[in-house]
């Protein structure tokens, strides 16, 4: 069955640092993959997706992400993170429907 | 810029009663799912129609909860009764259509409280 693991329950990150959260999947075929963003008491914001093609994806708010097929990965990157990035951070898989399979999430803390 | 709309944002209620909640997809999306959040959880689907039409509903426990989307525009997902378990937030997404390739767009959900 798919699933998605995000090892990290919480990381806090000083403001200005570069930021990576985690995330491996279990999919048979080739994967579509997601991260969004969720603010407290707020839906969840698209961040950036991987269909095909180069595996190293851009998004908004300056996020980036790489898609590793040898290691089942799809890591979330930030080059320098901001005191508005603090939120919850989910990745996701689209499962054998199209419903999302979605991780635990990891909350990020930004200090200052 | 279009957005899903849900209602209310926040509802408190108690054990055995019955609760409704709404969701309006963006227009012309077809695909429309609901999601439940448990605290500390990612969300986890429960039902997904297309139009009128339930796609997928494995996961919904159909001994309290139900959904409808009649003109296969807006929807409601319903519990009755509900249960100290069902406290989360419900999440409502649409889509163009169901294709693997459709960003899903999220609305602000409903929290629920069951007391």
């Known amino acids: 069955a798919q699933s998605v693991t995000q090892p990290d329950i919480h990381i806090t990150v000083s403001e200005g640092a570069s930021l990576e959260l985690r995330c491996n999947y279990s999919?048979?075929?080739?994967?579509?993959l997601f991260w969004y963003v969720q603010s407290p008491g707020q839906g969840l914001q698209l961040l950036l997706k991987?269909?095909?093609?180069?595996?190293l994806v851009q998004g908004i708010k300056g996020f980036e992400a790489e898609f590793k097929r040898s290691q089942s990965s799809f890591n979330l990157r930030k080059p320098s993170v901001h005191w508005s990035d603090a939120a919850e951070y989910f990745c996701?898989?689209?499962?054998?429907?199209?419903?999302?399979?979605f991780g635990k999430g990891t909350t990020l803390s930004v200090s200052s | 810029e279009a957005e899903v709309a849900q209602s209310p944002r926040y509802k408190i209620t108690e054990k055995s009663q019955a609760v409704a909640f709404w969701c309006d997809p963006i227009?012309?999306?077809?695909?429309l799912y609901w999601y439940r959040q448990i605290l500390g959880q990612g969300p986890e689907l429960l039902v997904q129609?297309?139009?009128?039409?339930?796609?997928?509903d494995s996961q919904l426990p159909k001994d309290r909860f139900s959904a409808e989307r009649l003109k296969g525009v807006d929807s409601t997902l319903k519990i009755q009764p509900a249960e100290l378990g069902d406290s989360a937030m419900y999440l409502c997404?649409?889509?163009?259509?169901?294709?693997?390739?459709?960003?899903?767009?999220f609305g602000p959900g409903t929290r629920l409280t069951v007391l």
């Open positions: 129609f297309q139009d009128e039409s339930v796609v997928d």
């Open positions: 227009s012309g999306h077809a695909t």
């Open positions: 996701a898989v689209k499962g054998a429907g199209t419903a999302l399979i």
């Open positions: 991987y269909f095909s093609g180069d595996t």
């Open positions: 999919y048979g075929a080739t994967p579509y």
């Open positions: 997404a649409s889509s163009l259509v169901g294709g693997s390739n459709n960003e899903q767009f």
